[in-house]
């Protein structure tokens, strides 16, 4: 496990993430574990990073998801030098990803 999530209860989240098997399960878990604000913040991120993975430009990043250019230039980041997590999804979404139904 990465050294930053040491001494959190990070493992016990990604391990009940793991469990979840179908969209029900899923919303509920994030439902009860997350605030409405949580969800749509976490969910704006991986729309943003769809969008940067798609080559658009910032102004259209803006526009589509309300997102800051603080949000995007992270998002943007964590693309380029982060540990390929969005990839890995958006390669397993597939089809989905790739229609921007995200």
Known sequence: ??????????????RAVLTLKNMEECEAFFDDICTVQEIRAISQRLKVAQMLSEKKVYSEIVAKTG???????????????G?????IVFERLGDYADHGDL
């Open 67 to 81: 997102a800051s250019t603080a949000t995007i230039s992270r998002v943007n980041r964590s693309l380029s030098y």
């Open 83 to 87: 540990r390929d997590g969005y990839n």
């Open 1 to 14: 496990m990465d050294p930053k999530f040491k001494n959190t209860h990070a493992e016990l989240l990604f």
